[in-house]
């Protein structure tokens, strides 16, 4: 075990909840670590259920072409946990994160906070020490009471598009999940909405108007959509013809246009030719990424391996679409395998595959106590009427898919846990 891990290891333990969302732990934390929250470069904060780090990789593209320094904390990460804090534009040592995360542990002394806020904690105390231009913060989950959420004056705010996830804590409607998501905002900060469900884009609209924010919402104040192979983005200050993002599927379009209407309503000082070279260079590993070496090589010749971190049903219903597109261009036969963790239903992420004629192989995902079962996922599958196989593990699936023996279009679908454990699997971690 790496010192790395001992130490994420020690501060799993210190909350009896993986998830107690608060902010009243951090805070008491930030004050004993000498306040870092509030010196940080200026910050744009994200949230949303979905889109939020594709979103955020945009804007780091655009801002690193043009020449500038950024700090980026994402979650969760795929292969090692480094992954979650980018300084300056490169991922934290492991020197300098231990270091951090163990100040922050002394500093903690004992008392219950989660490992998320103890690790966000840490977050800042980098963010604070070394210089940038911007720090790009995504929430972890929900937004009000979210431990990113201290961040009293951001320079902007974008929330993705607001659907359903993590019910047991956000609330059971979309509108209840919109007044968690919408706690970011704060006045003076300038807003950006990615399309949203109507229910959701009341709630953020209301929210807004009552701190004085006019936001900039998609498919009202500004778009984006994939014209001739292009990217084609609109807003009142007129039209820019821009290379498609060199992320895959449709949906990466609109997530390219909310970050262009951010980079241009938060006055970052970013060029169209800026834009359109991060577009082309943008990389976030494990969304509808392909997948080429050791795995691609157990497939039938012709074949072609993918791998998506979508992990909820608007996620699914992206992928099923950017599938469909593919399957326009070069049909080849769909085989999913799949794992899940146990907060989401089988059944409702398979939903948007249905009548794609797929193969499904259900994984328990490797080390993960909160995960489906294999058995779980295949029998809930099988009632929706999916024809789903049990699989024991990555490469026992992709060895059942290739006794298909033709060639196939493989995916590996519906956990950013299990997106790791292929990565890891193939020897092509992050970096």
Known sequence: MSR????LKRLLKLHPKLIDLSLDRIEKLLGKIGHPEDHLPPVIHVAGTNGKGSTIAYLRAFLEASGKKVHVMTSPHLVRFNERIRLAGKLVSSRKLNLALEFCEAANGGDPTTFFEITTAAAFKLFAEVKADYLLLETGMGGTFDASNVVKHPLGVIITPVDYDHQAFLGNTVAEIAVSKAGILKRG???????????????????????????????EDFDGRAEDGRLVYQDEHGLL???PPALAGPHQFENAAVAIAAARHFDLPVTEADIARGLRGVD??????????????????????????????????ALALALKEMGEKRHLPLVLIMGLMNTRKPADFLAPFAHMNEKVFALTIPGEPNAHSAATIAAEGRGAGFDVVESKSILN??????????????????????????????GTPPR
């Open 397 to 426: 699936a992709l060895a059942d898919a290739a006794a298909l023996d033709h060639p196939m279009r493989v995916v590996f679908a519906g956990s950013l846990y299990l997106a790791g454990h292929v990565l890891h699997q193939n």
């Open 284 to 317: 976030w590993p494990a969304r509808l990424m392909p997948v080429h070496g050791t795995l691609l090589q157990m497939l039938p010749e012709g074949s072609e391996l993918w791998l998506d971190g979508g992990h909820n049903a608007h996620g699914a219903a």
């Open 241 to 243: 013809d821009l290379p």
């Open 189 to 219: 900060a300038k807003a950006v909405f990615a399309r949203q469900r109507d229910d959701g884009r009341d709630v953020l609209v209301r929210r807004a108007a009552k701190l004085g924010i006019t936001p900039l919402i998609m498919g």
């Open 4 to 7: 790395t891990d001992a130490i």
